[in-house]
């Protein structure tokens, strides 16, 4: 008997709500588009990331991107959005890796977004620096992948629960820029 990976139960889990974001982030093809999009990515990982920060519970750290994101939209003058919703807290590693799904997962996307920015003219020193990090770290999937699938115990449930509630803040803070 076949059984799925973590990776794919969780893909299959949440496929819904990322098709939704996805559809929220869509295209940007003009400046206005992109800075929307700006505010929507600060708004969430300005409430994702901090979980992240001197928690017992993480067996994987995301790379943060707030603060190139912050430097982005000063290059294009758009002021801090506010929090939004919760701050996300962990209390398991199960949890913590399905909040890291999420922000993980955003960079198989951030290579096609990238090329988006550079053609709106933005690049790695000017506009668009968290996607360039984000846009370079292949290995770094690859690795939580292992980390995901050699975790234990686990809870598959419980990190379902935890990427379906971080896709929720993603929508909402997308949602919001998007007003």
Request: with cysteine; aromatic share 8%.
């Amino acid at each position: 008997m076949l059984t799925k990976t973590r990776r794919f139960e969780l893909r299959e889990r949440t496929a819904a709500a990322h098709a939704e974001l996805d559809s929220l982030v869509g295209g940007f093809d003009t400046i206005g588009d992109y800075s929307r999009y700006l505010t929507g990515m600060h708004a969430f990982r300005a409430a994702v990331e901090p979980c992240f920060e001197e928690n017992p519970a993480i067996c994987w750290r995301p790379e943060p991107l707030r603060h190139l994101i912050e430097a982005d939209m000063a290059d294009l003058v758009i002021g801090r959005t506010p929090a939004i919703g919760f701050a996300l807290q962990p209390r398991s590693t199960s949890e913590a890796l399905g909040i890291a799904y999420v922000l993980e997962g955003s960079r198989l996307g951030a290579k096609l977004l990238f090329r988006r920015a550079i053609s709106l003219g933005f690049g790695a020193e000017h506009g668009a620096r968290h996607l360039s990090a984000q846009s370079q770290g292949a290995d770094c999937w690859k690795n939580y992948l292992a980390v995901l699938e050699a975790a234990e115990p686990f809870d598959t449930d419980a990190a379902v629960a935890a990427a379906s509630a971080t896709f929720g803040l993603a929508l909402d803070a997308f949602r919001r820029a998007a007003r």
